[in-house]
């Protein structure tokens, strides 16, 4: 990237690529509120549509689906049978209103990162997905101590059977360390981190198209525009699929999370 | 602890433990085992320990997890 | 290569790290009343849709299980009923048979004993019938004798005793004549 800038600085006359800074850093949209900003606004048109969506579809379902109730029936069909199903087993549908939301909130979270005018991935701003990791990470300690036990949970988890004695000695700190504090900070940061860089990396291009193209429109900088375009394009496209997939896969290590607390199985 | 039944559905709940659980069962050991030869080296006033403890470290993260999904 | 970029650039600014309060103080907001109002609210009016309509569709699968066992119990039944009622039949039938044989059989028997009986009677009345003429030609020709004799003779036999006597006398010589004559 900074290599990047460093080629391109010159062909225009001031092209400066954004920085995070400009990116991420946003100004309360009134003045005065100072925390009235960009992502906090888009955290709450999120929320509000994804209840005014499935409350559409949902508030009185129909035996034969129609219309709205069919899309979001086939988003709740997706977790139901890719992500809870598969980690949770008989214990799926206790857990689907959980995981339906989170799964929902975490896709509109991502996809407002694409939609016009908006523009901008709630999460890639790490207090979002961090409070929702937190949530998932308190339920799992919880549901851990309350299906096996306060000593049983930690063992459990620790000293995972079949392994010869003297190497639990070694062994049990790497378990606590990967379960207790990595897991829960890897499965925010996983969808943060994402989102962060899918959102520098369309915003790069699409400041590249618009500055050889619009602002200093120069023969030797149009080729390099168009470059800019259609790699927004491309990204756009690759962007979507990224904010799709790791809102799955925040939901499903949910699930893995919450399956794992319930029964533990190694 | 075994005593769960064991659903077709538990095999691709086995598979994405192993997968998630790799990366950090690995930066676990290297964090750890690397950090006591760190403060090994700081306490002794040497440098050899940090690397053997990272070493460490990812070889026991991984021995872990090779034993808990490898077979 | 992007992250470690932005992440180095950062270090001066704000660290992309640490999260805003006011940020996470929105975010647990709005993922309480999502999850309020939907996970507790809604996923579970279109799980108990989704568990009609599975209802639904295995109800119907099943009555139509229900249906077809049904009709094949039915046909079953039918075909034994029909199984039965020919036996019943063909057991008739034989029985028909068996009762026509001996009726015929019991039929032919009273009429033998009847034609018998008739033959029989048909021979004592003959024989009455003989007997009888026998007796009335015997005094017939008793008398025509008499009368005879009595006119060949020009005696009047008027007592009847005499005449009785003369008229078996007569007989008998006839008889033994007669009894000559055939052999």
Redesign the interface.
């Known amino acids: 990237m900074n290599a990047l800038t460093v080629l391109l600085a010159p062909a225009g006359d001031q092209f400066g690529a954004p920085t995070p800074e400009e990116l991420f850093n946003l100004p309360p949209i009134i003045p005065g509120v100072y925390w009235f900003t960009k992502p906090v606004l888009l955290a709450m048109l999120s929320a509000v549509l994804v209840i005014g969506v499935t409350w559409a579809a949902f508030a009185k379902p129909k035996l034969v689906p129609r219309g709205v109730q069919n899309a979001v029936e086939l988003g709740y069909m997706f977790v139901r049978d890719q992500v809870a199903r598969p980690f949770l087993g008989k214990d799926a549908d206790r857990w689907m209103g959980l995981l339906v939301s989170v799964f929902f909130l975490v896709l509109v979270w991502n996809l407002m990162g694409v939609v016009p005018v908006l523009q901008f991935p709630v999460a890639s701003h790490i207090a979002f997905p961090a409070v929702l990791a937190l949530v998932i990470y308190g339920l799992k300690v919880y549901l851990g101590i309350k299906h096996q036990g306060g000593v049983g949970y930690f063992k459990n988890m620790m000293f995972p059977p079949g392994l010869p004695k003297p190497i639990y000695f070694l062994l049990a700190p790497i378990e606590f360390l990967s379960n207790m504090i990595i897991a829960p900070f890897t499965h925010a940061v996983r969808l943060f981190a994402n989102m962060f860089a899918g959102h520098m990396l369309l915003a790069f291009f699409s400041m590249v198209g618009f500055w050889f193209l619009f602002e200093k429109l120069t023969p030797l900088g149009a080729p390099v525009g168009v470059v800019g375009v259609v790699m927004t394009i491309l990204l756009t496209g690759l962007e979507i699929f990224i904010q799709y997939l790791q809102a799955f896969l925040f939901a499903m290590l949910a699930a893995m999370y919450i399956g794992g607390s319930l029964h533990p199985e190694h | 602890m075994s005593a769960q039944e064991r659903r077709p559905e538990n095999d691709g709940r086995d598979f994405a433990d192993a997968m998630w659980s790799v990366p950090s069962s690995l930066l676990a050991g290297m964090a750890i085992y690397g950090g006591l030869g760190w403060l090994l080296d700081r306490w002794l006033g040497m440098s050899a320990f940090f690397p053997i403890g990272v070493v460490l470290g990812v070889v026991l993260g991984g021995y872990l997890v090779y034993r808990k999904f490898g077979r | ?3 470690a ?2 992440l180095l ?2 270090e001066e ?2 660290n ?5 309060t ?3 103080v ?3 907001f ?2 309480l ?3 309020f ?4 609210i ?8 989704l568990a ?2 599975t209802d ?1 569709i295995e109800g119907g699968i099943k009555r139509a299980e229900e249906a077809q066992a049904q009709a094949q119990v039915l046909q079953q039944e039918y075909r034994d009923q029909l199984a039965e009622a020919r036996q019943e039949a063909a057991r008739l039938r034989e029985e028909a048979r068996e009762q026509a044989a001996q009726i015929k059989a019991e039929l032919r028997e009273e009429a033998q004993a009847e034609a018998r009986r008739l033959v029989e009677a048909a021979h004592a009345q003959i024989e009455a019938d003989r007997q009888a003429a026998f007796a009335q030609l015997r005094a017939e020709i008793g008398r025509l004798s008499t009368d005879l004799a009595g006119r060949i003779v020009g005696e009047s036999l008027e007592d009847e005793a005499r005449q009785s006597r003369i008229v078996d006398r007569f007989l008998d010589e006839l008889e033994s004549s007669n009894a000559q004559a055939v052999r």
């Open positions: 290569m992007t992250m970029a932005t650039a950062q600014g704000a992309p790290l640490i999260p805003h006011y940020e996470l929105v975010g647990i709005s993922f009343v999502v999850l109002v939907v996970g507790r809604l996923v579970p009016r279109i799980q108990k849709t009609e309509r639904a």
